[in-house]
């Protein structure tokens, strides 16, 4: 089979992360997924971004068996794996430990929805997963931080938020491809900063964006009437 094309796109984002400042050294991966063949492309884990090679991104089916490539993927592979069984819309995954997503992920906080740029994008409060208890976390950690992600998720839709916040560690962004998911962590980081920021301006008071705000917002960018771009 064919990877060349999965892989650049996979590797162009990966570097879209550096390009945007959400990652430093090693840290960070975006994935993407072939429905099709059932297979999964990702970040290889321990390299530094100005080592890697799209030919480096190795390629897994859905158990996590590698197919293609002589590099160990990213150590997070089953938070993904399990996000895409769970989550057939999405086509791209990114993870990041950006410096705002990141303070929020560990004062283990949702980040609600205060202005109109946070309602553009993620449709609802930005959920937090809590810490997994220690016999999940001395199991199969990342697997079952990937199902505790999907099982937060069963009443909200994924591609309506694209984004979620897991405690002490950092977010995980998604899309319907691999640059929607990194498009979703930079725009993510700017709303974890504008939040915290907001707090801190409101003095303790309440200033939730109203509800039917929040849903105009949304729904002109991406509802079944949107308007907001120009007509195609």
Known sequence: MDFKALKEEVYNAN???VKRGLVIYTWGNVSAIDREKQIVVIKPRGIDYDRLTA???PVVDMEGNTVDGTLLPSVDL????EIYKA????GGIAHTHST???AWCQAQRDIP???TTHADHFYGVIPCVRHLAEDKVKGEYEKNLGKAICERFKKIRPLEMGAVLTAGHGPFTWGKNADSAVENSVILEEVAKMAKLTQDIAYGNDVALPRYITDKHYTRK???NAYFYQEK
């Not at 089953?78 to 794996?81: A, F, M």
């Not at 989550?87 to 999405?90: G, I, L, Q, R």
């Open 87 to 90: 989550f057939e819309d999405v």
């Open 78 to 81: 089953d938070i993904h794996l």
């Open 113 to 115: 929805v205060m202005g």
């Open 100 to 102: 705002w997503a990141t």
């Open 55 to 57: 030919d480096d991104m």
């Open 15 to 17: 570097l879209e992360l």
């Open 222 to 224: 991406h509802g079944k």
